[in-house]
């Protein structure tokens, strides 16, 4: 399936106004704000925390990878200009413990 189509799939993030990456201290790594241009990351990442518990674990980032689908080639041939997938590829290279937490409006 590509992007847009698995887009159609997920759940609404019209609730939320962002959702942040933490590590194991909370501390906030990476943060998809509720904005044009980041609301498919949004909905992705979101769909993920509701699918995995909120844990980043490898079996999310491969599905996140597999939703993200024609994006991930190019995010691999130019890294930096999807910053959303890198940071899926990241944790695909070297694990850490990373958990996603949706921030409701």
Same mark, same amino acid.
């Given at each position: 399936m590509d992007f847009k189509t698995t887009l159609a799939t997920l759940p609404s993030v019209d609730h939320l106004r962002g959702l942040d990456v933490?590590? +194991?201290s909370g501390a906030v790594l990476h943060h998809i704000?509720?904005?044009? $241009?980041?609301? $498919?990351?949004l909905r992705i990442y979101h769909a993920l925390a509701q +699918? &995995?518990? $909120?844990v980043l674990t490898a079996?999310?980032?491969a599905q996140g990878l597999a939703w &993200?689908?024609?994006h991930v080639a190019d995010a691999q041939a130019h890294p930096g200009t999807h910053?959303?997938?890198d940071l899926l590829l990241a944790?695909?290279?070297?694990?850490? +413990?990373?958990?996603l937490v949706s921030l409701p409006k």
């Amino acid at each position: 399936m590509d992007f847009k189509t698995t887009l159609a799939t997920l759940p609404s993030v019209d609730h939320l106004r962002g959702l942040d990456v933490v590590d +194991a201290s909370g501390a906030v790594l990476h943060h998809i704000p509720h904005a044009p $241009g980041k609301l $498919g990351s949004l909905r992705i990442y979101h769909a993920l925390a509701q +699918a &995995f518990g $909120g844990v980043l674990t490898a079996d999310a980032v491969a599905q996140g990878l597999a939703w &993200f689908a024609e994006h991930v080639a190019d995010a691999q041939a130019h890294p930096g200009t999807h910053p959303n997938i890198d940071l899926l590829l990241a944790q695909q290279a070297a694990p850490k +413990a990373w958990r996603l937490v949706s921030l409701p409006k």
